[in-house]
């Protein structure tokens, strides 16, 4: 059971943008995907959401072939995404943010509805009011209810803790563990680089569109320099070292 890319090739206005990236992620397991900004990053992850062209390569979960389809297909194909931004509808109620977001649901809502504010209780204590008056933090916990209203097997989530207290973002690696602890694969897109190692199984860096780096997330953590060379390069590396 993984979600998996094989030489996927991500285009973004007739560009190539990602380009032969290789990722595999099981259930309960993290993937960080890390790189400077630009690198190209979010339009992986938004390829492998239906939301970019592919250019090439495969993206299948758990053996089905979901390659080039629509974010519905995807979504209900059981892989959701968290694009960048706390992206919720703010002139709705939490409520019916969260239920807009689970209405193509076959059945059980209420369920998914309970299970949401059971993992997100400051939203529960928010049900009637607007999306738009929350907090950054609140916003953001709205942005991944919206994902996983759906009760997906596996979850893209980009820059989570983006503009964030750091108390905030302590909580949200928190939803992030509670995933991996109910077996859902999940590739995090974020800023803080030690705090995706520390939560990460496997890490890919990105450096133009291009993969620099695919292996633990362990071995990036204890080796800086092999970090710094993923994301800046060898000359960058050099430059530094003669400074």
Do not use: W
């Not at 992986?44 to 939301?51: D, K, Q, S, T």
């Not at 649901?105 to 204590?125: Q, R």
């Amino acid at each position: 059971m993984s979600l998996e890319l094989k030489a996927l090739s991500v285009v973004d206005r007739g560009r190539i943008v990602a380009r032969d990236i290789d990722l595999k992620v099981e259930a309960g397991q993290v993937t960080a995907i890390l790189g400077a900004n630009g690198a190209g990053k979010s339009e992986l992850v938004l390829g492998v959401a239906g939301m970019l062209a592919i250019g090439g390569g495969t993206v299948t979960a758990d053996g089905k072939d979901l390659t080039a389809k629509g974010p519905d297909v995807i979504r209900a194909a059981g892989v959701a995404a968290v694009p960048e931004g706390h992206k919720v509808l703010t002139r709705l109620t939490v409520d019916d943010n969260l239920r807009a977001a689970g209405s193509l649901l076959p059945h059980g809502l209420d369920h998914a509805l309970a299970d949401t504010y059971a993992l997100f209780p400051e939203l529960a204590e928010r049900k009637s009011q607007n999306a738009g008056t929350l907090s950054g933090g609140q916003q953001q916990m709205l942005a991944l209810g919206h994902a996983l209203i759906s009760q997906p097997k596996y979850i893209l989530i980009d820059e989570m803790s983006l503009g964030l207290a750091p108390l905030v973002v302590k909580r949200l690696m928190g939803v992030v563990e509670d995933l991996k602890a109910r077996d859902v694969g999940v590739i995090l897109i974020e800023q803080f680089t030690e705090l995706a190692l520390d939560i990460a199984d496997n890490a890919i860096v990105l450096r133009g569109g291009n993969m620099q780096y695919s292996g633990t997330a362990r071995k990036l953590k204890d080796d800086p320099q092999l970090l710094d060379t993923a994301y800046f390069g060898q000359d960058h590396r050099k430059t530094r070292a003669e400074i």
